[in-house]
């Protein structure tokens, strides 16, 4: 092979070189700034491309994705004067890549720079309480304060989370005996609560214990009541229907003599079980003769015949 065949071959790899050189295909989600003897020539979006040899050049390679950026640590001062390590994770996208580009130097190292001195502002304006209880305002704090700061530099501040607020040893000591006295504060009311309650349902029942019983009774009383009632008006119906039989009866033909005998009768038994019950008895003269006693009842009943 003679020497121009070398230089012809040799020429061809480096055209070949520099044309591949030139080819630049860009991802999706991805942005290439391009410069031209030194200045801004465009933007390069998703796809094929094809760059001028020699002058033109990509200077910057942008993801257009969301990017999470871990805030490290950091020693913040509470309102109260406590010292707690604040650390976060700040999520940001780049809106122009021209501005994120040319604007900074370095926009991700400056966003997490406002973000830490943000949270410091924050966090000095709240008590060691108020800052677990503020996680939502601290964020918004922040995502508004680095956002505003960052729209010159093209990237756009999507979200801000705290991670963790981590006091020292001897406040989460206290913080813990306080969370123990707390729970057992709760605890004790709730039990009181319940043995109150407990009480109420015991004195409620006896209550209706008592009111049941006294109904009871009550209606026992008028039932008893209305028992002796109806005893007595027909022990006095059956006495008036004897009595209305009896007057018809004397009434009656022989009536008169009926009622003697009976009352004779009724004498001489009772006499009789006075005699046995008493040694010495006291006889009126008059009654010694039945048919005086007799015509005594007979007397009595002709009067109140009449």
Not at 32 to 44: A, M, P, S
Not at 50 to 74: G, N, R
Not at 233 to 253: C, Q, Y
């Amino acid at each position: 092979m003679d020497a121009q065949s070398i230089v012809l071959i040799a020429v061809i790899v480096i055209v070949a070189i520099i044309l591949i050189s030139c080819i630049k295909i860009v991802p999706q989600r991805s942005a290439y700034i391009v410069e031209r003897l030194g200045k801004y020539n465009g933007t390069l979006t998703a796809g094929f491309h094809f760059l001028m040899p020699f002058l033109d050049k990509v200077s910057y390679k942008h993801t257009l994705k969301e990017a999470a950026i871990d805030v490290a640590s950091q020693s913040c001062i509470t309102k109260d004067n406590i010292a707690v390590e604040v650390d976060g994770v700040l999520y940001l996208q780049i809106i122009d890549p021209k501005k994120a580009s040319y604007g900074i130097d370095n926009y991700g190292f400056a966003a997490i720079q406002i973000a830490q001195t943000t949270m410091r502002s924050v966090i000095g304006r709240l008590d060691l309480d108020k800052t677990f209880e503020e996680r939502e305002t601290i964020n918004t704090s922040i995502v508004e304060a680095v956002d505003k700061a960052s729209d010159p530099w093209g990237v756009k501040i999507t979200r801000y989370e705290v991670k963790n607020i981590t006091p020292p040893q001897s406040i989460k000591d206290a913080m813990e005996k306080q969370m123990r006295a707390e729970r057992e504060k709760r605890a004790m009311i709730a039990e009181s609560e319940g043995q109150k309650q407990a009480k109420i349902n015991v004195a409620e029942g006896d209550k209706q214990e008592l009111i049941a019983k006294s109904e009871g009774e009550k209606q026992k009383r008028i039932n008893e009541a209305e028992g002796k009632a109806a005893e007595i008006e027909f022990v006095a119906s059956a006495t008036a229907k004897g009595i209305r039989e009896i007057a018809l009866a004397i009434n009656e033909k022989g009536g008169i003599d009926a009622v003697n005998l009976r009352v004779a009768e009724q004498y001489l038994g009772e006499f009789g079980k006075l005699a046995k019950t008493n040694n010495t008895m006291i006889i009126p003269s008059n009654m010694s003769d039945v048919s005086s006693i007799i015509a005594t009842a007979t007397s009595v009943l002709e009067q109140t015949k009449k």
